[in-house]
């Protein structure tokens, strides 16, 4: 029999696939009954009978070279992996770029095309691995429309599954603006660049939302840099300061072209939209009043993250319900009554006689109200850190966050905004 190659899943295929495959089998331990294993493909039940494996490739369904030894996942389902070696004889592994609650993510050299990709490797744990066949049919969808790369979506190079992980390969991209402003500690953005980075990612999520599709989980951590290309600048806020440390010099990205990743969260604009989206920081006040969610929960992230560029921290930064909802009045003004009073079950016991939000009286401790009353006003926060084109700026923000879902600004009437199209001073970020 003629010796074939490892099967892998081009996106262009994913729609032909049946929606719930059978646990593919390549490169995993011999099972008590062994059936004959090839290729990513099991042959079992008397299928395939008296078929030998090319002498350099298999031996009782375990490869001999092209791939590490088998070895149990950790407690938590994630691959056991080692800088070097090989994913396939497809991949060799280069270095660790992340982990997150579905898996983690791995630098990764193709030795077919002869560059570097990073690959996403789901935890081995049914509902992560159902997540991930869910992320494939987002990206393919996303991939079929975007034929040139202009809506700036993480590109999609193709999936396997390899040791019961669902393995996805990406394009590899640079820092996301989470860890950019981080490793810069914290130091806001230049207004011009929050500009450029703000029309891209509206650019992006109003063609997801052409397409039906809702994110739900915008932020600065799922915002990449395409480039990890930066130079310094001048930090005019740190001259006066000690210079033995560099400090009145900051970083500035030398491209400011982006793209969304993560899209295990994103949803069809069909499907039940009850439940709780959003990491925390970024999560609109009605899906923590239980009212459900569409579209404009997208938008009220994006205002959250230009808030975030532009002064260089989280405008929410709270882990608790009232706390959050407390903060929202503090820099927005009181939540809307016709919003409260339909609020469901488990929202109601943050109100008083239910009109009246219980702060703060429902405070848990000092430190919850010092950090609600610290916060100014909206327009007051933003004139802290830009010195032009804060009034557009300012009312661009009151537009995407509104309370009321219905009134908040749709991507595209964002993008038509004077703080987009007006002639401002550029100082050059090229996309």
């Known amino acids: 029999m003629e010796t074939q190659r490892i099967v892998e899943f081009p996106h262009k295929d994913i729609d ?18 062994l059936p004959a294993i090839y290729c990513g493909q099991e042959f079992g039940n008397g299928c395939i009978s008296n078929f030998s494996f090319p002498n ?10 092209g ?17 070097g070696e090989s994913l396939t004889p497809r991949y060799r592994i280069l270095s660790k770029m992340g982990e997150g609650t579905f898996g ?23 509902k992560y691995r159902e997540a991930a066949m869910i992320e494939i049919d987002v990206l393919q969808r996303l991939a079929r429309h975007d034929i040139g790369g202009g809506a700036r979506c993480v590109q999609i190079r193709n999936w396997f599954d390899y040791r019961n992980h669902i393995c996805i390969v ?15 500690s914290y130091r806001s953005f230049p207004i011009d660049l929050v500009r450029e980075l703000g029309r891209q990612i509206l650019e992006s999520v109003a063609f997801m939302h052409d397409l039906r599709l809702i994110h739900t989980d915008l932020k600065p951590e799922n915002i990449l840099l ?12 740190f001259l006066q300061r000690s210079t033995k440390d560099g400090s009145y010099f900051k970083n500035l990205p030398k491209s400011s072209a982006i793209k969304l990743i993560d899209f295990g969260s994103t949803t069809f604009e069909h499907k039940d939209h009850s439940y709780v989206v959003s990491t925390r920081h970024y999560r609109a006040p009605e899906v923590i009043l239980g ?10 992230s994006v205002g959250c993250i230009l808030v975030e560029l532009c002064s260089g921290e989280a405008l929410f930064q709270t882990h608790d319900n009232l706390e959050h909802l407390a903060m929202m009045e503090r820099v927005l003004g009181p939540l809307p009554q016709h919003m409260v009073v339909r609020a469901d079950n488990r929202a109601e016991k943050y109100f008083r006689r239910g009109t009246r939000l219980d702060w703060p009286d429902g405070a848990t401790s000092r430190e919850s109200l010092k950090a609600v009353w610290k916060l100014p006003r909206l327009p007051n926060l933003i004139m802290q850190h ?34 987009f199209t007006r002639d401002c001073r550029r100082f050059g970020y090229p996309l």
Do not use: T
């Not at 350099?56 to 070279?65: S, T, V």
């Not at 395409?226 to 806020?237: A, H, L, N």
């Not at 009212?291 to 009220?300: A, E, I, T």
């Open 67 to 83: 791939s590490p030894p088998w070895r149990p996942d950790d407690k938590d389902g994630h691959y056991v992996f080692a800088v």
């Open 386 to 419: 830009v010195d032009h084109s804060a009034g557009d700026l300012i009312d661009l923000l009151q537009g995407l966050l509104r309370y009321d879902p219905v009134e908040r600004l749709k991507a595209r009437e964002a993008l038509r905004h004077p703080f």
């Open 226 to 237: 395409v480039s990890s290309e930066y130079i310094k600048v001048p930090d005019y806020k």
């Open 170 to 184: 990406f394009e590899r991209l640079g820092p996301s603006l989470y860890d950019f402003l981080r490793k810069n």
């Open 104 to 126: 983690q993510v791995l630098e990764c050299f193709d030795n077919e095309k002869q560059e570097v990709v990073a690959i996403k490797i789901v935890r081995s744990i049914n």
């Open 56 to 65: 350099n490739m298999f031996y009782r369904g375990i490869p001999r070279n």
């Open 291 to 300: 009212l459900g969610w569409n579209y404009p929960c997208d938008l009220w």
């Open 16 to 33: 032909k696939r049946p929606r719930k495959r059978p646990r593919l089998a390549w490169d995993m331990p011999p099972p008590k009954v």
